[in-house]
């Protein structure tokens, strides 16, 4: 099947994801089954996966754009539009529900001058309610880029607030002190 | 007792090194798979870990070895997958291996791969697990660098391609067959059995499909052997289970037991029992979906398979989630249905309609404006649902439900009658979507 990527799409990967791109499609037995791992790597230089990179993809593994934008809706994590700088996700499952996670995301609320699902007028944070992250023994948590912050408190979630907006963000509770 | 003595998966959790390949070296590791390969041969691994009796720690419980079983005799291509999208409400238990212990999985995979003829091995790690994924791939370009991984892997002995695969926040890839198509590069939407993954799977091969906790005890087993393995545990239940524990207690986190713990000793010793000013009310032993038990119930069961069957829930992940006296339960309930509906993949109508009415009959049984008949609606619902869908989601869905219903119903009738028990948290109902 030959998928003509549509005219005037300036989408293209720089040098260093053009080669990642080609170990994906060297790694993966089929160019259908490289379909996600490319869209990661769309959306970890863009913040999203916009249009053109949908063609681009469809284009690129030989499917329809159809085939590649059900797979970008059906994932929660791939966004298909420009995000707030920092998206704050709390997670609202049972375990933080218990230790706390409503009264956090109300503290979170007064603290961003927004209510959950919303965007500040600045566009530099949302907060969000998402689903078990997976740290139901350190809730309440959120989950920010690749990283979690756990056990957190008002204080806790005022300092991290205050440090994004200062580019000083603590560290994340995931990001262990391993060697490296 | 000393609980150190049961540390077989975690005993470098909490270490510095212990994700390093070196350090894991220096504890004797991939000794196994240079044995498995080179001495014992795949029908021999295959017979070890069977005799084991080690049963599958995503959830089914369904013994490995026997799994294994199933890939037909001569099949040319066989794929092995290793089920990293830990989703399950109340469990993080492979989260720990994989952050602390990755060359435990990844020589554990190597080795179930040899096992079953698999020359592709894929690690699907779930979305949120982004710090992890660059750890494990971290681990796994360090085992290819030592010439464990690839075409020439072992001296030419066997050869073993492997991929970290990073989901992208679906619940219903943690199930085998939605994990398979999400690889695949399809929507994460379960295909119906049979045929079974290990007849007729990815790219239509014979696939295995194995939990992170499962493959993490394949190394320790065929260095100690089968009856060493079985020297923990009960006849049924054999060996040793991460249980990951959450909410008001004095100790919670990821803790290694042996089956057939009693609930009371691991509630005492284990976890210190309820956090100050704490009191237990319910226990959901084994993830969300699993039905919950009253702390009385709790209290007089055992931590293993048949025990806690005979309880009237069921082991599934060993995702504790330990429910204080102050909850509402119909909160609770709430909180679940909400999830189960927004995770339902939507193919099939009972799941995608049914998860939705329970969360909306919930939502208005808090809200205040529920009827008496609503439990028996409730419950109508349910026996729309089980059973009757291509996977155990709607299940999921069903158990905690019925449970809630049955073991709490005053909760609900209060409602249900107009009378309020508890205020309602209205932030929590402005919340709810829909």
């Not at chain 2, 091995?121 to 464990?148: H, N, P, S, T």
Request: hydrophobic share 40%; glycine share 12%.
């Amino acid at each position: 099947m030959n998928v003509p990527i549509k005219d005037g799409n300036s989408f293209r990967l720089g040098e260093q994801d053009a080669a990642r791109f080609a170990a994906i499609l060297a790694r993966y037995p089929t160019r259908r089954s490289a379909l996600m791992p490319t869209l990661w790597l769309i959306q970890d230089r863009d913040g999203h996966i916009s249009d053109a990179a949908v063609s681009w993809t469809a284009a690129q593994l030989e499917l329809s754009e159809a085939k590649v934008r059900e797979v970008v809706s059906f994932y929660v994590m791939y966004r298909d539009r420009p995000q707030a700088r920092h998206v704050l996700q709390v997670c609202h499952n049972i375990s933080c529900h218990i230790m706390g996670a409503q009264p956090l995301l109300s503290h979170l609320e007064g603290k961003l001058g927004i209510r959950r699902g919303e965007l500040t007028p600045d566009g530099e944070f949302a907060l969000e309610g998402v689903e078990c992250l997976g740290a139901c023994g350190m809730g309440p948590c959120l989950q920010l880029g690749r990283h979690l912050y756990e056990n957190l408190t008002p204080e806790k979630a005022d300092a991290l607030v205050d440090g994004l907006r200062r580019g000083d963000p603590p560290r994340p509770d995931t990001d262990r002190d391993l060697e490296d | 007792m000393n609980q150190d003595q049961y540390r077989i998966l975690s005993k470098r959790f909490g270490r510095r090194d212990g994700h390093r390949l070196a350090a894991y070296e220096a504890d004797g590791g991939y000794r196994a798979l240079k044995r498995a390969v080179g001495q014992l041969g795949a029908a021999a691994v295959r017979e070890e870990v069977k005799a084991s009796g080690l049963r599958g720690r995503g959830g089914a419980g369904f013994p490995a070895g026997v799994k294994w079983g199933f890939v037909p005799q001569g099949a040319e291509t066989v794929y092995f997958m290793v089920n990293a999208d830990e989703s399950e409400p109340g469990t993080f238990k492979d989260r720990y291996l994989l952050d602390y212990d990755p060359h435990a999985v990844i020589e554990g995979s190597a080795i179930s791969s040899f096992a079953v003829g698999a020359k592709l091995c894929v690690i699907y790690i779930r979305g949120e697990f982004g710090w992890l994924v660059d750890r494990v791939q971290k681990a796994v370009d360090e085992a290819y660098a030592a010439g464990y991984l690839g075409p020439g892997a072992l001296g030419g002995a066997y050869e073993l391609e492997m991929i970290v695969h990073k989901g992208a926040g679906a619940y219903i890839c943690g199930e085998e067959t939605g994990l398979i198509n999400s690889v695949t590069g399809l929507k994460g939407q379960p295909s119906i059995k049979p045929p079974f993954p290990a007849v007729s799977g990815f790219l239509g091969q014979p696939t295995i499909v194995n939990n992170v906790e499962t493959v993490a005890a394949v190394p320790w087993i065929l260095e100690n052997g089968a009856a060493a393995y079985r020297a923990f545990g009960t006849e049924k239940s054999p060996g040793t289970k991460l249980f990951s524990v959450s909410g008001p207690v004095r100790r919670p986190g990821v803790h290694e037991i042996p089956l057939g713990l009693p609930f009371r000793e691991f509630f005492t010793d284990w976890l210190g029992g309820m956090a100050d000013g704490e009191e237990l009310k319910a226990v959901i032993m084994g993830g969300s979906s699993v039905p919950v038990l009253t702390a009385a119930e709790a209290m007089e069961t055992a931590l293993d398979y048949e025990s806690l069957a005979a309880a009237g829930t069921m082991l599934g992940s060993g995702g504790m989630i330990i429910i204080p006296q102050r909850c509402d339960m119909v909160e609770l309930i709430q909180v679940l249905m909400h999830f189960y509906w927004d995770e339902s993949c939507g193919q099939c109508t009972p799941c995608r309609e049914g998860t939705g009415w329970l969360h909306r009959i919930v939502k208005r049984l808090r809200g205040g404006e529920g009827a008496p008949e609503d439990l028996a609606l409730l419950e109508k619902v349910c026996d729309g649902m089980a059973g009757l869908t291509i996977c155990p989601l709607a299940d999921a869905a069903v158990m905690p439900m019925r449970s809630f219903l049955e073991r709490f119903r005053p909760e609900f009738e209060a409602l249900a009658a107009g009378r309020r028990e508890t205020e309602p948290d209205s932030r929590w109902a402005r919340e709810i979507r829909s």
